[in-house]
Each structure stands twice: as C-alpha cells, then as structure tokens.
C-alpha cells in the first residue's frame, strides 16, 4: 500500500525553525517528484516547493524569501521542508504530495490540481 507519513509540525514562535519530513512507504521516492503545500484556515492550498526526481530540480514560492529548503534523503527514502525564520502567516496544514504520473515538477508545480496523491498533512502554528 503506498502511503506518505508527514511528521515534524508543531508550534514555534515567529523566527523559530522547524522540519517538515514526508516519509514513502510502498513508494520509492528518489522517482517521483515531491511537492510541499500549505492551507491556512480559510484559504486555498498553496504551492509551497517542489523538488523534481533525478536531478531534484528544486522549486519555491516566491514568497518565501529563501526561508524554505526542500531536500532529499535517499538512504531514508524521505524528502525534507527545513523552514526557517517562521512567520504568523506561515500558519497551516502543510501537505506532501506528488504528481504520480510525473517525474518533473512542471511548469504548474504550485498548483494543487498538478498532484494526485497527497499525504495526511501537519499543522505548523507560529504564534508570538
């Protein structure tokens, strides 16, 4: 059964770090490429990153400023989201997800109608 298991939110205060890990289990994920998406309350999920397979082409949102990394680890079988200098607005379910039939990001990577299969999400809170 083919499953990603998110770990690594939680609650920091604005300037903290925090690591997203998103974890393939029944996948090898060194093949795919894997997206990092935020939702904050009320708002349509977002396209945070995305590193492609192979080369891991990485992509960002430009509103992130560099304060996000995206990273893999193939021995692990996980891909990262080292998040740094976290702000308020950086409040939401953070999901990983990939577009199954795709080995590239795409031109499209932000948006969420690009990837099918997602994993369970973690809530990050930055409060001050």
């Known amino acids: 059964q083919v499953q990603f298991v998110e770990s690594g939110g939680g609650l920091v205060q604005p300037g903290g770090s925090l690591r997203l890990s998103c974890g393939g289990s029944?996948?090898?994920?060194?093949?795919?490429?894997i997206g990092w998406f935020r939702q904050a309350p009320g708002k349509e999920r977002e396209g945070v990153s995305c590193i492609g397979s192979g080369d891991g082409f990485t992509h960002y949102s430009d509103s992130l400023k560099g304060r996000f990394t995206i990273s893999r680890d193939s021995e692990k079988n996980v891909v990262y989201l080292q998040m740094k200098n976290l702000e308020p607005k950086d409040t939401g379910v953070y999901y990983c997800a990939t577009p199954t039939q795709a080995g590239t990001c795409g031109y499209y990577w932000y948006r969420r109608s690009e990837f099918d299969y997602w994993g369970q999400g973690k809530q990050v809170t930055v409060y001050s």
């Open positions: 029944g996948i090898t994920l060194d093949y795919y490429a």
